[in-house]
């Protein structure tokens, strides 16, 4: 193959140079110190270190605490990504076969993405406060011995509600543009050549689709691993007993609150090097059923 | 095989406009009608209504004497060429073609027996396995088309399936469709606003204005008959000349100029005349007078265009002959024109009823 060649000239490294810039300190250099302390253990008051190699990844990945957080990470960011997808896309289906464009609907339906993670985890806390809470009376009432500062189980269902409800308005109208955006004579070639309405909306809606969930789909896992540490934060705190306690809530704890740096450093490389390799899975294997 | 028969067909919108106003057709088997008429006339809802992407307010319709007003789309057994073609991209060429076998339950070898037979005959046959995005319009336009043939359906609805074809490429589509329809023998309806496209496809030709079929009839009917000043002067290409005129004292007036030869008109009211552009030609002792603006040179004949005089100046009437090659001029030049009396036709301007 041909390739054409250009002059060679100093100017467009200057274009990027901001960019550069602002990686190199607010991405490079922390991740640089990170991996670095991750390599060094300090004594309890935080006045000297000592470089031990892989001591600090050995300890955490042998450590149960960080399993049971791993396991719940994994789980979570599963369950939170498919259900945010799938109500988003659900509701987004329903109110395409009514909405004819009208925006200010439309933005009504967004309201709840501008809610932030902890303010949305506080609203939770209240709805499931055992006193005034009223989702919490409501779970009772319906028979289930409902509480969340007891069962592993509730802690997991409240936090992934919580989280589901901030995601669902933000992926709802990327699947609601996404639905609009597939010609209207496709559908209705569609439904001159298919009766069922669900196996039209497999076979045609949902393959058009299939830029906008891959985008998404991004973007939920990252929201799941990384921006509900506000919520959990401000509902279980990952209690009971650490149930609740996602990757990075743990790196939070462990470094700021248990003063382990280096622990906490290793911890956070290897979420490093696992959205890593879940972010190389996406595109390399995911990404090419995607048509465009 | 198969007819389709329309009875006291209307659509009306929620927000009270009323698209098609009664409706009533028969069109029988394996005949190719055309809807033509301005955009917004409602040919296209009536089309979709046909094929069911539209719900009929009122009336019925009918294949082979079966109601289908409830029936679903899908269960009516019509086949749609859309306008954008509509293919499905994320499919194969192939699959698309086979999308509506299949769901309907077709064995796997005989959809690929009929997806490779109607490729052949749409001399697709190589582009089988490429996706719609790499294909050029035409070839589109063929997957479209073959799309619909594919199932053997009882009604082939064609939604101005050419228009965003280049004008060569429109040409030879309109000759194959016309070539694949009589092939294959099946009733066919097809909505155009190219009134030349509607004359060269059609057996039977519906000007449809404001929601109401004008006049249906064969294309020639149409041209030499038409029964309303819309048919008149929708149909015809160039336009048809339109001058107008008063029934005064058993002459037409048009502007100043006194024509006989017309009877029984009614006087005092606003008039019509028209006159075909090739039923014009130069004569010394021609009643009509035109000074010439242009010369329109088509080769085999020419059109010339020019200000009737006798018309206010503010509001000149414009008036084309058709003349063949001989007749040459200049613009600003003045000649002299006589019309074909028996040929002409007077309308009411008021109704556009046609009086002769």
């Not at chain 1, 985008?215 to 934060?233: C, H, K, P, Q, W």
């Not at chain 2, 009917?221 to 000349?241: C, E, M, Q, R, W």
């Given at each position: ?292 | 095989m198969s007819t389709l ?22 069109i029988?088997d394996g ?32 294949i082979d ?12 057994d019509v ?74 359906p009882k009604l ?30 099946v009733t ?169």
């Amino acid at each position: 193959m041909k390739r054409v060649q250009f002059e060679r000239s100093t100017v467009p490294y200057f274009f990027i140079a901001p960019q550069i810039a602002i990686i190199a300190v607010f991405f490079l250099w922390p991740a640089g110190q990170a991996i670095y302390q991750s390599f060094l253990l300090e004594d309890a008051f935080g006045i000297s270190s000592q470089f031990v190699w892989f001591r600090n990844y050995e300890d955490t990945i042998l450590n149960y605490a960080w399993l049971q957080s791993a396991g719940f990470t994994v789980i979570f960011s599963t369950l939170v990504t498919f259900f945010s997808l799938a109500i988003a896309l659900l509701l987004a289906v329903k109110a395409n076969e009514v909405l004819h464009g009208s925006s200010s609907y439309k933005t009504m339906l967004m309201w709840a993405y501008a809610v932030a993670p902890p303010v949305a985890g506080l609203m939770g806390n209240l709805m499931f406060n055992p006193f005034i809470g009223d989702l919490y009376a409501a779970m009772n009432a319906m028979g289930w011995d409902f509480n969340q500062k007891l069962d592993a189980f509730d802690a997991g269902f409240v936090v992934i509600l919580i989280s589901v409800w901030k995601q669902v308005s933000v992926n709802f109208i990327f699947f609601l543009s996404g639905l609009q955006g597939i010609p209207k004579g496709v559908m209705e070639a569609a439904t001159l050549d298919c009766r069922s309405p669900t196996k039209r909306f497999w076979t045609i809606t949902f393959p058009l689709l299939a830029p906008t969930t891959f985008f998404l789909m991004v973007i939920n896992i990252t929201y799941a691993f990384f921006e509900t540490f506000g919520i959990i934060d401000t509902t279980t705190r990952g209690a009971p007993g650490g149930a609740t306690n996602t990757l990075v809530y743990k790196v939070y704890t462990d470094g700021f609150l248990g003063a382990d740096l280096g622990g906490s450093s290793a911890q956070s490389v290897i979420l490093m090097l696992m959205v890593l390799a879940l972010t190389v899975f996406q595109f390399r294997f995911i990404e090419r059923k995607v048509h465009y | 095989m198969s007819t389709l028969t329309l009875s006291g067909i209307n659509k009306r919108y929620d927000n009270g406009a009323h698209a098609v106003r009664g409706v009533d057709m028969e069109i029988s088997d394996g005949e190719l009608i055309v809807f033509v008429g301005p955009s917004g006339c409602g040919k296209s809802t009536l089309l979709r209504m046909v094929a069911g992407l539209e719900t009929i307010t009122e009336g019925e319709m009918k294949i082979d004497d079966l109601r289908i007003n409830e029936t679903s789309p899908a269960d009516r057994d019509v086949a749609m060429v859309f306008q954008n073609y509509a293919l499905y991209p994320h499919m194969t060429v192939f699959r698309n073609m086979a999308y509506g076998l299949s769901n309907r339950g077709m064995a796997k070898s005989e959809i690929e027996a009929k997806v490779r037979e109607t490729a052949k005959m749409l001399r697709i046959e190589d582009y089988l396995e490429r996706k719609p995005a790499q294909l050029s319009g035409g070839q589109r336009q063929r997957v479209a088309m073959g799309r619909a043939i594919v199932r053997s359906p009882k009604l082939f609805l064609f939604d101005e399936p050419l228009s965003n074809l280049d004008a060569k490429l429109r040409v030879q589509m309109r000759i194959e469709i016309k070539r694949l329809q009589r092939e294959l023998g099946v009733t066919s309806i097809y909505v155009t606003h190219d009134q030349t496209e509607a004359m060269t496809l059609a057996d039977r030709l519906a000007v449809i204005n404001e929601g109401k079929v004008e006049q249906m009839g064969s294309p020639m009917d149409l041209y030499s008959d038409p029964k309303t000043l819309f048919v008149a002067s929708f149909i015809g290409s160039p336009h048809i000349n339109l001058l107008p005129a008063r029934f005064e004292t058993g002459q037409l007036q048009v502007g100043t100029t006194a024509i006989s030869g017309f009877e029984g008109l009614p006087e005092g009211v606003p008039l019509m005349l028209g006159i075909r552009p090739e039923h014009i030609a130069q004569h010394p002792d021609g009643g009509i007078e035109i000074s010439v603006d242009l010369v329109e040179q088509l080769g085999a004949d020419s059109l010339i265009y020019g200000a009737v005089s006798g018309f206010d100046s503010a509001e000149p009437e414009e008036l084309c002959v058709r003349a063949g090659e001989a007749l040459q001029l200049t613009p600003g030049e003045r000649i002299k024109l006589n019309f074909e009396v028996d040929r002409a036709m007077v309308f009411r301007t008021d109704s556009g009823e046609r009086l002769v």
